[in-house]
């Protein structure tokens, strides 16, 4: 009954963005013993109905219609839900199920749409939008920025004034380039036994080149 109710369509926006803030919850609740409650909250809001209807049934059927439901999210390649090592912190203003209702307004705002009409958007396609109206804003943001003293701090003994960028968020930022591997001759290694095991990767050690 489970399996064959989540079998569908991906969620959009809406439902989507409420599936993510459980997500969010059940990640944190694996260290105080909440994780069950946060998957029957996570699958109630993916089912459509009360988690009472199904709070009783096999744990591994739930478990099951859990990853099931992760396979149905949509996968998006966009820069702005790029992973990120930075640590996120919360507005003091912030509120649970907030990013529905900051979402939702950057495109009614941008774009004037009705809350239902966003609420059904491909989530790929509201976030691309999304994507685009922060970096308009960050842009405007920084040609102002640069128009102020702010923006810039004299150094007394070159005086010369340095123009400080203003920051910006991990995504907008250049990608940092793979390494560039090439292959060096075995014979300009150093002199003696060179013990590199462990130091880097095998795929970056010294082979011998094949003529």
């Keep these: 009954m489970i399996l064959v109710r989540l079998r569908g369509n991906s969620p ?3 439902k989507w963005l409420e599936l993510e803030s459980y997500k969010e919850k059940i990640i ?3 260290d105080n013993g909440d994780l069950p409650f946060w998957i029957l909250k996570f699958l109630s809001v993916a089912l459509g ?3 009472k209807y199904f709070s009783q049934a096999n744990w591994k059927k739930i478990v099951s219609a859990f990853y099931l439901t992760l396979s149905l999210s949509p996968k998006i390649d966009l820069p ?3 992973p990120s090592d930075e640590k ?3 507005d003091d203003w912030s509120y649970d199920g907030r990013a529905w209702h900051l979402y939702s307004h950057m495109l009614a705002k941008n774009y004037g749409w009705t809350l239902e009409y966003i609420s ?3 989530v790929r396609e509201a976030l691309a939008k999304i994507e685009e109206i922060i970096v308009d804003e960050q842009l405007e943001r920084e040609f102002y920025y640069g128009l102020s003293e702010a923006a810039y701090t004299y150094d007394k003994k070159s005086k010369v004034s340095k123009f400080n960028p203003l920051p910006r968020p991990h995504w907008m930022r250049p990608r940092m380039k793979e ?3 090439f292959s060096i001759p075995t014979s300009m290694l150093p002199v003696g036994v ?4 462990g130091i880097v990767p095998d795929e970056y050690l010294p082979k011998p080149i094949k003529h």
């Design 120 to 122: 059904q958007l491909r």
């Design 194 to 197: 060179v013990n590199m095991q």
């Design 80 to 82: 702005i839900v790029s």
């Design 28 to 30: 944190k609740a694996t």
């Design 88 to 90: 996120h912190k919360e």
């Design 179 to 181: 390494i560039q591997k």
């Design 49 to 51: 109905v009360s988690d």
């Design 12 to 14: 959009r926006l809406k």
